[in-house]
């Protein structure tokens, strides 16, 4: 079944925003701080992967940017970057799913390249942020790595199972919007 223009776009405009919405909701739920950059482990990652997956590159970079929203009351000082980093992460996760779901027939595989690839895009952006605009010493940037690398795998873990069952029930969804 084909969608009109019309309704694609309402759809994107109400998943963008139901989505951020979610994003924030989760980041905020389970919140871990780390110590040496104030900043804090979270599962909204787990939802931006489940957009991009599901929604494609536009829907995952708006959730993506609605990370800053949960940043703007918990961590202020890294809200401008996380509006920026997950925004990419997002769009560059929708993005290479879909291209590689033209390519690659295991939705699997084609999910955690997407995924990881997106992952490190957040992980060297926090790192590049925390060093270079919040000024924190190296081995404080360097401390957040592995718990931005384990919230990119649980995100990865939780989203994909997430992303199967939705597509089983939507097979629609199979390829992103």
């Not at 995100?155 to 994909?160: E, H, N, R, S």
Request: aromatic share 10%.
């Amino acid at each position: 079944m084909q969608i009109s223009p019309q309704k694609q776009r309402a759809i994107i405009i109400a998943a963008s925003a139901i989505f951020a919405a979610l994003v924030a909701v989760a980041t905020l739920l389970f919140v871990i701080p780390t110590p040496a950059t104030s900043g804090y482990f979270n599962l909204g990652e787990t939802i931006i992967y489940i957009a991009a997956l599901l929604l494609g590159p536009v829907v995952g970079a708006v959730a993506g940017a609605g990370a800053s929203i949960a940043d703007a009351l918990v961590a202020v000082q890294y809200a401008p970057g996380t509006l920026t980093i997950k925004a990419i992460e997002g769009f560059l996760v929708g993005f290479l799913y879909k291209k590689l779901n033209r390519r690659i027939k295991s939705l699997t595989i084609c999910a955690t390249i997407a995924v990881v690839i997106g992952g490190f895009e957040m992980v060297l952006g926090y790192f590049l942020y925390e060093q270079f605009v919040l000024g924190y010493p190296l081995l404080a940037a360097m401390a957040e790595v592995p718990f931005n690398i384990v919230q990119m795998l649980i995100g990865l873990i939780i989203a994909v199972p997430i992303m199967h069952a939705v597509i089983r029930i939507f097979p629609q969804l199979k390829s992103p919007i």
